[in-house]
């Protein structure tokens, strides 16, 4: 399937003038675009002048993004896996050292506009929802857990209020199959009406989605992998789209950076911290009115960068492989 084959919308890439601002290319420079998706980003930094690598784990787009490379000859090379193992990926191809960093995390929109790969319950589709399309599916999840897990990964993935509830109906509706089935279980349990704001199943699609492939714990692992990555005065580039997933990067840049309160009289500190390994973090960005007008999926959008400092403490040690694989559960 070509690249806008089965595609309801022209993909737009999220806050694309903020993230090449922020990564500052050169001409010549190394960059990694830790989900290729459809590509947006890697082939702007390609036309700044940068060697891209550029990483998925979806197969698809890892098909697909060859096909457009061969067309619009971009210095972009693709390699498939989990961005996590960037530090892997990037060393099979002699590459030690990179000025820059972008990650954009979450589903893509290629992903979501496809009913049959079972993200979105816009199109009626089968229960999927695997980015690399191995391993358990939504359905083999919600029709072989236990009630109370279910209910816990809704709460605590998608923070869902009344997650208990929710099980309870998907567990008596099993077995499911299909993306409208599952919305419409959501919506009888929470008692959407058609007029409301915001349909109730965006958080449990959201949970279920994030659970299967592990999206948090990888966003904390690429976050590593890419501080040991970066030269000194490499920039990182994150953009995230709920607060689970900003809330890691806050937390991860102010911590690397030394921004974090130190310790007081009634908390003193347990331990040295290790050097800074970022510069103070600058300020979050979010899209204009203009961007949202013209795109309104970068509404939850949030941009974090930073700068490396020189290497001043020890590298972060690689994880060993058996954390390294992309159907690590979150």
Request: aromatic share 4%; net charge neutral.
């Given at each position: 399937?070509?690249?806008?084959?089965?595609?309801?919308?022209?993909?737009?890439?999220?806050?694309?003038?903020?993230?090449?601002?922020?990564l500052a290319i050169r001409p010549g420079e190394v960059h990694v675009d830790g989900t290729y998706g459809a590509g947006g980003y890697s082939h702007a930094m390609a036309g700044q002048g940068a060697r891209v690598y550029a990483?998925?784990?979806?197969?698809?787009?890892?098909?697909?993004?060859?096909?457009?490379?061969?067309?619009?000859?971009?210095?972009?090379?693709?390699?498939?896996?989990?961005?996590?193992?960037?530090?892997?990926?990037?060393?099979?191809?002699?590459?030690?050292?990179?000025?820059?960093?972008?990650?954009?995390?979450?589903?893509?929109?290629?992903?979501?506009?496809?009913?049959?790969?079972?993200?979105?319950?816009?199109?009626?589709?089968?229960?999927?929802?695997?980015?690399?399309?191995?391993?358990?599916?939504?359905?083999?999840?919600?029709?072989?857990?236990?009630?109370?897990?279910?209910?816990?990964?809704?709460?605590?993935?998608?923070?869902?209020?009344?997650?208990?509830?929710?099980?309870?109906?998907?567990?008596?509706?099993?077995?499911?199959?299909?993306?409208?089935?599952?919305?419409?279980?959501?919506?009888?349990?929470?008692?959407?009406?058609?007029?409301?704001?915001?349909?109730?199943?965006?958080?449990?699609?959201?949970?279920?989605?994030?659970h299967l492939n592990g999206e948090l714990d990888e966003l904390e692992r690429g976050l590593e992998a890419a501080e040991a990555l970066l030269a000194p005065g490499g920039r990182l580039a994150v953009v995230t789209f709920h607060?689970?997933?900003?809330?890691?990067v806050k937390q991860f840049l102010r911590r690397r950076s030394g921004s974090e309160g130190g310790g007081s009289r009634h908390r003193p500190e347990a331990a040295p911290a290790p050097a800074p390994a970022f510069a103070k973090?600058?300020?979050?960005?979010?899209?204009?009115?203009?961007?949202?007008?013209?795109?309104?999926?970068?509404?939850?959008?949030?941009?974090?960068?930073?700068?490396?400092?020189?290497?001043?403490?020890?590298?972060?040690?690689?994880?060993?492989?058996?954390?390294?694989?992309?159907?690590?559960?979150?």
């Amino acid at each position: 399937m070509s690249a806008a084959a089965g595609q309801a919308a022209p993909h737009i890439p999220v806050l694309i003038d903020e993230v090449l601002a922020a990564l500052a290319i050169r001409p010549g420079e190394v960059h990694v675009d830790g989900t290729y998706g459809a590509g947006g980003y890697s082939h702007a930094m390609a036309g700044q002048g940068a060697r891209v690598y550029a990483i998925d784990r979806d197969p698809d787009a890892i098909a697909e993004g060859r096909e457009r490379i061969a067309r619009d000859g971009d210095d972009i090379t693709l390699l498939q896996g989990p961005f996590s193992a960037m530090r892997d990926l990037l060393g099979g191809a002699g590459v030690t050292q990179v000025s820059g960093v972008t990650l954009d995390i979450g589903v893509s929109s290629m992903q979501l506009d496809r009913a049959d790969r079972g993200f979105s319950f816009q199109t009626d589709g089968p229960l999927d929802m695997r980015m690399s399309r191995s391993g358990m599916t939504a359905a083999d999840f919600l029709n072989g857990a236990a009630e109370e897990e279910i209910a816990d990964i809704l709460y605590l993935y998608g923070e869902e209020p009344r997650s208990r509830r929710v099980a309870r109906a998907i567990v008596a509706a099993r077995p499911l199959a299909r993306t409208a089935e599952l919305a419409q279980v959501v919506r009888r349990a929470l008692g959407h009406k058609p007029h409301d704001k915001k349909d109730p199943a965006t958080r449990v699609f959201q949970a279920i989605r994030i659970h299967l492939n592990g999206e948090l714990d990888e966003l904390e692992r690429g976050l590593e992998a890419a501080e040991a990555l970066l030269a000194p005065g490499g920039r990182l580039a994150v953009v995230t789209f709920h607060s689970l997933e900003d809330r890691i990067v806050k937390q991860f840049l102010r911590r690397r950076s030394g921004s974090e309160g130190g310790g007081s009289r009634h908390r003193p500190e347990a331990a040295p911290a290790p050097a800074p390994a970022f510069a103070k973090p600058a300020k979050a960005v979010r899209p204009s009115a203009t961007e949202l007008a013209r795109n309104p999926r970068a509404r939850s959008a949030t941009l974090r960068s930073a700068v490396r400092l020189p290497l001043s403490h020890p590298a972060i040690a690689p994880r060993p492989a058996s954390q390294a694989t992309e159907e690590k559960p979150a």
